[in-house]
């Protein structure tokens, strides 16, 4: 009963991470153009989802900083038609294209917490290449995906394998020298479609 109750509770924790397994491969052509440099320090940033009724988990998504700025958003439903995709890795976040990432999950019923840690570019290099080697992430396993990544990186030996978000979250924010901040939108969930498109429309 007790295993039955826990998988219950583990769908309903990681519902929003409700894409993934759907391999994608942008051409050459697009992910070259589309590559931003935001420059030193290297960091890590890791974003939750949280949802403001249960106070779950809903999701998890890692930015790396390395010798170029990318996304790893395992299973998650966030897109933008300018940025290219390899198998939940996206390229080209710019600050603009962070704050869409950010605006798409925030709204009345979620929040959203960024922790952040100041990394070498050695650690950030191996941290982008094995988000870009890891493959589609199936549904629900955006938090395990995540920490299989930081598995074996020096400095991160404190996150353990996990399925959910917030114990994730709860893991990294111990890593030394991590800065965090909390994002809250009053935007209603009805709104969001809306907002998305114009965000999808911006220029980058």
């Not at 094995?130 to 995906?145: F, L």
């Amino acid at each position: 009963m007790f295993r039955i109750l826990s998988l219950i509770l583990m769908a309903f924790t990681l519902a929003a991470c409700v894409g993934g397994a759907e391999p994608k491969w942008a051409p050459d052509d697009q992910v070259a153009a589309a590559r931003f440099v935001a420059g030193p320090p290297t960091s890590i940033t890791l974003y939750t989802v949280i949802n403001n009724n249960s106070q779950a988990g809903a999701h998890s998504g890692l930015m790396i900083n390395a010798s170029e700025r990318i996304l790893f958003d395992p299973a998650g439903t966030w897109q933008h038609p300018r940025i290219p995709e390899r198998n939940d890795v996206h390229f080209g976040i710019t600050d603009k294209i962070k704050n869409f990432y950010i605006d798409y999950h925030a709204r009345e019923t979620f929040r959203v917490v960024e922790q952040t840690v100041i990394v070498t570019p050695e650690v950030a290099e191996m941290v982008a290449a094995k988000a870009k080697a890891y493959g589609a992430v199936p549904k629900a396993q955006c938090a395990r995906s995540v920490t299989s990544i930081l598995s074996g990186v020096p400095g991160f030996e404190g996150v353990t394998s996990t399925w959910f978000p917030k114990k994730l979250m709860q893991e990294f924010g111990q890593l030394p020298g991590v800065t965090e901040r909390v994002i809250r939108d009053e935007d209603a969930d009805k709104n969001h479609g809306v907002l998305l498109v114009q965000a999808e429309n911006a220029p980058n």
